[in-house]
């Protein structure tokens, strides 16, 4: 089995910048690629920004420039670091991330239990 646990969310104030982790356990071989998705109150749920195996990575217009994307394979990590937050950042955070479980390629995929970020003040 593969645990997500997600941390570093809270409330900042316009301006400010929270970084968000991502920590995978259990039973698998190596990280493979994350990526965060947001979901604000009456919204549907947005992907934020994307890194692949190979730490290419990817984000949605409203974020490129404040966010950045990472991760540590070594800490079996998901990272995302978030500057200049924005009121209408405010949203709870999710992260999913593929783990390769098997050598002969099998993956597995699953959703952190998401984290809260508000930003007001």
């Known amino acids: 089995q593969v645990q997500l646990v997600e941390s570093g969310g809270g409330l900042v104030q316009p301006g400010g910048s929270l970084r968000l982790s991502c920590a995978a356990s259990g039973s698998f071989l190596r990280l493979y690629s994350g990526d965060w998705y947001r979901q604000a109150p009456g919204k549907k749920r947005e992907l934020v920004a994307a890194?692949?195996?190979?730490?290419?990575?990817s984000y949605a217009d409203s974020v490129k420039g404040r966010f950045t994307i990472s991760k540590d394979n070594a800490k079996n990590t998901v990272f995302l670091q978030m500057n200049s937050l924005k009121p209408e950042d405010t949203a709870v955070y999710y992260c999913?991330?593929?783990?390769?479980?098997?050598?002969?390629?099998?993956?597995?995929?699953?959703w952190g239990q998401g984290t809260q970020v508000t930003v007001s003040g």
């Open positions: 890194i692949t195996i190979s730490g290419d990575t």
């Open positions: 999913n991330v593929d783990v390769l479980t098997h050598q002969d390629g099998q993956t597995w995929s699953g």
